[in-house]
Nanobody
Framework: QVQLVESGGGLVQAGGSLRLSCAAS????????LGWFRQAPGKEREHVAA????????YYGESVKGRFTISRDNAKKMVYLEMNSLKPEDTAVYYC?????????????????WGQGTQVTVSS
């Protein structure tokens, strides 16, 4: 079992930055792939980024490559999403998720555990 709690969302102007954090609990935290997804109103939940258990392998959605960075601190049981050069189309609820599977990590159905989400709003 893994519990996830996101924080760090808010309102920011286009071009600005935000850092999302996700605190996790669970004994085997470092065994899990951790991902960030987002969902805008009326749209499907979209993969943003994922990171392997060791932190050595990272995946990014095409729309955020070069602007967002995922990282994790296994000692603190935290995962982060650094978001730079934000655009209005980045506006969404951002969710942290955990998966024991190391395949299909861009697929939301792979993830068994989800946080409650944090709102990110980018104004133009």
């Amino acid at each position: 079992q893994v519990q996830l709690v996101e924080s760090g969302g808010g309102l920011v102007q286009a071009g600005g930055s935000l850092r999302l954090s996700c605190a996790a609990s669970g004994r085997t935290y470092s065994s899990y792939v951790l991902g960030w997804f987002r969902q805008a109103p009326g749209k499907e939940r979209e993969h943003v980024a994922a990171i392997s258990g060791s932190g050595g392998v990272k995946y990014y959605g095409e729309s955020v490559k070069g602007r967002f960075t995922i990282s994790r601190d296994n000692a603190k049981k935290m995962v982060y999403l650094e978001m730079n050069s934000l655009k209005p189309e980045d506006t969404a609820v951002y969710y942290c998720a955990a998966s024991i599977s190391t395949t299909m990590v861009v697929n939301k159905s792979t993830y068994a555990y989800w946080g409650q989400g944090t709102q990110v709003t980018v104004s133009s």
